[in-house]
């Protein structure tokens, strides 16, 4: 039973951690951070409230999985990522339509999405995106007891956040360093079209 929990523990972290650095758990948040002008700390914290939402829409899942069984993870599958993707493309295309519409007025300035709704876009893109690969470790550990259900969950949260805001900030930072003055008149076209590229490649990938 010992050698079972440890090997259980370790496959929850080594998925979560492979599961945060895909592009779509960090990449948008420093793109749109730098669109919108945040500054590290504002971005940071958006990922993390993301990343949160995130984690306990997985946590809910796998309890349920526990209780319930495995099918409930082909509803995640063919549902919830495609959604995840969608949203993507959608906050992408929008960024496009509004660099766009920024050239036909000449002004510079109008170009700036509520940060409201972007945050509020972001985290449901990644809320409604639950991290399948670690839904058949909770069917696994359904003979364990809530205690150690929960120390499962605490374990994916822990991993999941904390690397994708190791990942944001470097992606953020990196932006920053990117000397954009020569394609700033494109820049919303730019992160819009990035954006959709990575919801694209989360239906490919799904």
């Not at 440890?6 to 779509?24: Q, R, V």
């Not at 082909?74 to 495609?82: H, L, M, N, R």
Request: glycine share 8%; charged share 10%; aromatic share 10%.
């Amino acid at each position: 039973m010992y050698n079972t929990t440890i090997s259980i523990i370790g496959a929850t972290f080594f998925i979560a951690l492979t599961h945060a650095i895909m592009p779509n758990h960090w990449m948008p948040f420093a793109l749109i951070g730098k669109g919108q002008k945040w500054g590290l700390t504002k971005t940071v914290f958006i990922a993390a409230i993301a990343g949160l939402g995130h984690s306990i829409t997985t946590t809910l899942l796998g309890f349920l999985i526990a209780i319930m069984g495995f099918h409930i993870t082909k509803y995640t599958e063919t549902f919830a990522e495609p959604l995840a993707g969608s949203i993507l493309i959608v906050l992408g295309i929008t960024f496009v339509i509004v660099g766009r519409l920024r050239h036909g007025t000449h002004n510079h300035n109008h170009a700036k999405f509520s940060d409201k709704t972007i945050a509020i876009s972001l985290f449901i893109m990644l809320s409604t995106s639950p991290c399948v690969a670690a839904l058949p470790i909770f069917l696994a550990a359904n003979t364990f007891s809530w205690t150690k259900l929960l120390m499962l969950s605490i374990i994916l949260s822990v991993t999941t956040i904390s690397a994708m805001l190791v990942l944001t900030i470097l992606a953020y930072k990196g932006v920053k360093k990117i000397n954009l003055c020569s394609v700033e008149e494109y820049e919303k076209e730019i992160i819009g079209g990035i954006l959709i590229i990575i919801g694209i490649i989360s239906f490919v990938a799904h």
